[in-house]
Nanobody, 124 residues
Framework: QVQLVESGGGLVQAGGSLRLSCAAS????????MGWFRQAPGKERELVAA????????RYADSVKGRFTISRDNAKNTVYLQMNSLKPEDTAVYYC?????????????????WGQGTQVTVSS
């Protein structure tokens, strides 16, 4: 079992930055691909960014490319999402997710473990 706990969310003005962290316990993350998802009210959960188990290869939603960066520190068992140039449309609950495989999937249903989420609110 993997337990994931997100932190770093909050209220920020448009154009600002936040860094989300996802700390894992129960297993070391170096065998898990990781993803960050978000869900806004009335919308489906969508992939924001993902990273393979060794780091390196990443993927991003078109809406966040050039603004968000996913990274991982397997020694600290933590995954990060640096979010810059935030927009009001980035407002959502952000979740990290893990699956024990090399490549990070796109679909939420392909992930096995989820955190409880952290709220990000961007004011205009």
């Amino acid at each position: 079992q993997v337990q994931l706990v997100e932190s770093g969310g909050g209220l920020v003005q448009a154009g600002g930055s936040l860094r989300l962290s996802c700390a894992a316990s129960g297993r070391t993350l170096n065998s898990y691909a990781m993803g960050w998802f978000r869900q806004a009210p009335g919308k489906e959960r969508e992939l924001v960014a993902a990273i393979r188990w060794s780091g390196g290869t990443t993927r991003y939603a078109d809406s966040v490319k050039g603004r968000f960066t996913i990274s991982r520190d397997n020694a600290k068992n933590t995954v990060y999402l640096q979010m810059n140039s935030l927009k009001p449309e980035d407002t959502a609950v952000y979740y990290c997710a893990a699956v024990r495989q090399i490549i990070a999937p796109i679909k939420a249903s392909d992930y096995d473990y989820w955190g409880q989420g952290t709220q990000v609110t961007v004011s205009s």
